[in-house]
């Protein structure tokens, strides 16, 4: 090469780099300026903000309601017993579904479920003596405005025994007098384990002898 031309070279060269510095000095600032965007790739387009208005429509509303009988993906309630607790004829199912088997590990879940929404009211052990049950009875013996006791049932009872594991499921799901829905609270599955630890608190409070396995029965005496 031509000495006269190196200079004019290496001149080119640097010029060359300029962009890919401006590139990576304007990465690391901010900036008030809407973005050049080269290859949007969709990443620009019409679109309506939340709660925003839209003329398009009657009721000026941008935003829509689901087509009457519409059903998110993997939201088919189909089967009533696991999603409702209710057989076909409309009565509660006795135990639970087949579909949700007794484990140790739902058991477990089922505790730590009733531990956090159950027991404030109904008490670790289900016999109605939580602290919001025993706090509210405080109260109502005092002149507090408003102050009302709140009594659950205790678990242990002939009638709860004898309740459909369904009933419970239900009243979980949808409430019950001064018990709030927690539908949006526990999920489907998580009702069913609860179900299944109140059966257990019940039967832990109820046990027979004839319950302990025959080579167990003397370690009891």
Known sequence: ?????????????????????????SRGQKSTSTRLS????MGHQPRFGPQSAAPLFADGRAMRLPVDGTVA????????RYNRGLEEDGKFV???P???PVTKERLLRGQ????IYCAVCHG???????????????????????????QPKSYHTDDMRAKESGSFFNTITNGQNAMPAHAAQISIEDRWCIVMYIRALQRSQWAKIEDVPAEKREELR
């Open 1 to 25: 090469m031509p000495r006269w031309l190196i200079f004019p070279a290496v001149l080119l060269a640097l010029l060359g780099l300029v962009p890919f510095v401006l590139i990576a000095k």
């Open 38 to 41: 080269i290859i949007q790739d």
């Open 73 to 80: 993906r993997g939201e088919l309630r189909d089967d009533p």
């Open 94 to 96: 006795k135990r639970t």
């Open 98 to 100: 087949l579909s949700v």
């Open 112 to 115: 730590e479920r009733f531990d």
């Open 124 to 150: 670790l052990a289900g016999y109605s003596d939580g602290i919001i049950t025993v706090r509210s009875a405080q109260l109502a013996d005092q002149p507090v405005p408003q102050a009302v006791a709140l």
